[in-house]
């Protein structure tokens, strides 16, 4: 019996009495005719893969029961350990008066069947489960399949989009995209992670890194395209964040090289000592450095007045003796570099003639907002200390208080001196001043 399916036979009793070589095939064995009993298999299995004995198989049921047992499927193992999932199609054999002589058994190899339903089913939860969008189209850009992912991304839920088209999602000023995806795909060629723009249900724009391959049929022509959005919003925001910080952090190095080398030009005019010139010009950078630092950890989004103070009082080791008081105003990255070069400059002079170098009087320092929120101000009072004196009459740190700091905000300084009091006053535009009034 030349068949390709695996068929034999047994008498009423259930003994071989007939297979093909199909069936010794699926086997694994040839059984012996006359002697082996209801299946040819060396061991079978319930699908759960509990042990099945050989007279509990379908061909043993139909036989003792006189009734064709079908649909049930089985797992035969072969002798070198190998298994197959088959299912058989027992028939009763009857001679002319209708009395059964016989059956036969049929065996249909689905381990292959099995295999593809359970990729299959693998390939689903996968798709059901992708935080990815994955859908499907046909050539004219009609939506056939649209995941949860697919909802969770671009807000609309199956139902809405399954019918729809494609277009739907892509935006007025992308529209020449699809076409060309299209004509790519009917080619079958695979477009891979292509960088782009697409519409929520809300109207709002999402950056999304698309794959795109050709779908095809049985006979290999190409009827569809599957496609697998991932949502990159975030990616691209963290991209234009740091291009935004480099080039922020470019701007104010180069403008600190411009404030190091004023402080190198104006140190240099007003001393000829080298080693008080290197000594100054360090605690100078030093200070650029503390300012920089504040930022840094802000991601360059500023600095509070307070805080600011604080960094550059801090290396004098004298917070007790200064009091501040004023809203809390997030300074812009300009104002943090310039008000902490003139807080330094302040805190250098009481720490050598001030109140920091004795341990009496007090440092103020309040500011406020004035003019309907457009003007702010700041008062550096120091009283209660030693004889007040200045550095030098017209050294670097009195220009900084009374030109650098005030004219790079905008606004004017005025230092102002008595037997025992040093008054520092900064008047700058709002604009020029904060990032933040919280």
């Known amino acids: 019996m030349l068949l390709p399916a695996a068929v034999y036979t047994t008498d009423t009793s259930g003994i071989i009495t007939f297979y093909n070589k199909a069936a010794a095939e699926l ?12 299946c040819g298999s060396w061991k079978l299995y319930w699908p759960d893969g509990t042990h099945m004995e050989h007279d509990e198989c379908p061909m043993a049921v139909t036989l003792r029961e006189k009734q064709e047992v079908r649909g049930a499927e089985a797992i035969a193992e072969r002798p070198d350990g190998s298994r ?6 027992p028939v009763l054999l009857r001679d002319s008066a209708g009395e059964v002589v016989g059956a036969l058994n049929m065996l249909l190899d689905v381990s292959d069947r099995n295999k593809e339903e359970e990729s299959s089913q693998r390939l689903a939860a996968i798709v059901e489960s992708s935080d990815d969008a994955i859908i ?17 991304i671009f807000g609309y839920e199956a139902e ?17 995209e699809e076409p060309s995806i299209v004509d790519r795909i009917r080619k079958g060629e695979r477009i891979d992670h292509y960088e782009t723009v697409r519409l929520r249900k809300d109207g709002s724009r999402i950056h999304v890194s698309l794959t795109v ?3 095809k049929n049985s006979s290999g022509r190409v009827i569809g395209a599957s496609k697998i959005a991932r949502d990159i919003t975030e990616k691209k925001e963290n991209e234009d964040r740091i291009l935004m910080l480099m080039r922020e952090v470019n701007h104010r190095v180069k403008n600190q090289y411009a404030v190091i080398l004023s402080m190198i030009r104006e140190t240099s005019n007003r001393t000829g000592d080298t080693a008080e010139f290197e000594q100054r010009v360090r605690e100078r950078i030093m200070a650029l450095a503390r300012s920089h630092d504040l930022l840094v950890h802000a991601e360059w989004r500023g600095a509070t ?10 290396p004098f080791g004298t917070e007790d003796s200064i009091t501040m008081s004023g809203p809390l105003i997030v300074l812009q990255p300009n104002a943090v570099q310039y008000l902490g070069i003139a807080f330094h400059e302040l805190a250098t002079n009481s720490a050598k003639y001030g109140v920091f170098s004795a341990e009496r009087g007090n440092i103020t320092v309040d500011w406020h907002v004035g003019e309907e929120g457009q003007s702010f101000y700041l008062a ?3 009283s209660g200390g030693p004889p007040v004196k200045l550095g030098r009459k017209q050294g670097f740190g009195k220009t900084v208080l009374e030109r650098v700091t005030p004219l790079s905000l905008g606004g004017e300084g005025i230092l102002g001196t008595s037997s025992n009091r040093i008054v520092w006053t900064v008047r700058a535009p709002m604009e020029n001043i904060a990032a933040t009034i919280i």
């Open 27 to 38: 086997w694994g064995r040839e059984p012996q005719i006359g002697k082996d009993e209801w």
């Open 136 to 152: 499907s189209k046909d050539l004219t850009g009609t939506i056939r399949s649209w995941n949860k992912g697919a909802e969770r």
């Open 160 to 176: 809405e989009m399954i019918g729809r088209s494609i277009t739907v999602l892509i935006p007025f000023d992308r529209a020449n």
């Open 84 to 89: 197959v999932t088959f299912m058989p199609f």
């Open 380 to 382: 550096w009072t120091e």
């Open 305 to 314: 007045v307070s805080d600011l103070i604080m960094a550059q009082v801090r």
């Open 213 to 215: 391959s050709p779908v």
